[in-house]
């Protein structure tokens, strides 16, 4: 199988990450469809799409054209079956929850054509944990965008033992056709390059703020004016959603049982009291 041979995408999960993955495939060419257990995600999913696509239109980023081609190539439905039954190619962007992911990748494996790639879009569980899952592990991989997707050129591909060289190149070439720069992993990695450098970032900042040395804000405010980051790490873990850095951080404890582990105190007060970022409105910061 090569690049050509990927007609259909179907894209697991229609929050932060998966509605605007499965935009980016439509608007480069692909079938979509895009499956979630939750109708009302799908809807939002659904909305995102019809505005976002009118207003790059009126800002001259893409052609009437373009915009109505992606619109075309998506679809939406709760059904994994119906979504994943004529998939070449299936992006994972469920929950940080290996459980829920083992569970998702058997069931794709029986549902889905016996030539389909399944990636993981996990920024930090290897794929190793879940291909053991399949009948296919040599055509599992992670395919990991960057929040957000339609914005972030960068997708780490990383290629585990159990996957073959022949699903790493047809997933990088997928990610060229979706006008992203892939990077290849030859090797899997705990939170692979990008995050393993912004996890260290962001548990010296947790640090800082736990013990009082500082602020949020004024850590946010020193990372963007000293450093030139375009954004500080609370801000960006708003962003990307405190519920995941408190999954990660969990997932990682019940791996290595080492204390320096688990979530921060904070991130676990923020995850108690479901202030997740900006999709609750209210993290470190407000979005009231």
């Known amino acids: 199988m090569t690049i050509d041979d990927i007609k259909t995408i179907c894209v697991i999960g229609a929050g932060t990450m998966g509605h605007q993955i499965s935009l980016c495939a439509a608007l480069s060419g ?156 030859k090797k899997e990695i705990y939170g692979f390059l990008v995050n393993r450098i912004l996890a260290a970032i962001n548990h010296e900042a947790l640090f800082l703020a736990d013990i009082g040395i500082a602020s949020p804000e004024e850590i946010d405010t020193a990372v963007t004016n000293a450093l030139g980051h375009p954004m500080g790490p609370f801000r960006l873990m708003d962003m990307t959603g405190i519920d995941l850095s408190y999954y990660i951080g969990m997932e990682l404890y019940k791996e290595t049982r080492d204390p320096k582990d688990k979530p921060s105190p904070l991130v676990v007060e923020k995850y108690a009291k479901r202030e997740w970022g900006r999709k609750t409105k209210k993290g470190f910061y407000s979005y009231e």
């Open 30 to 185: 692909y079938k979509v469809k895009c499956t979630d257990i939750s109708q009302e995600m799908l809807d939002k999913a659904g909305q995102f799409a019809r505005t976002y696509l009118p207003e790059r239109v009126a800002k001259g980023k893409m052609t009437q054209e373009q915009a109505e081609l992606g619109l075309a190539n998506l679809s939406f439905t709760t059904s994994l079956e119906e979504a994943a039954q004529d998939a070449d190619f299936i992006i994972e962007a469920a929950v940080e929850k290996i459980d829920v992911k083992r569970q998702l990748f058997a069931d794709l494996d029986r549902i889905a054509p016996s030539h389909a790639i399944l990636a993981t879009n996990s920024s930090f569980i290897v794929s190793s944990k879940v291909a053991d899952a399949t009948r296919r592990p040599d055509k599992v991989c992670n395919m990991h965008f960057f929040n957000p997707p339609l914005v972030m050129k960068l997708v780490e591909v990383v290629q585990g033992n159990h996957t073959s060289p022949e699903t790493a190149q047809i997933t990088m070439d997928l990610c060229e056709k979706m006008g992203k720069t892939g990077v290849w992993l």
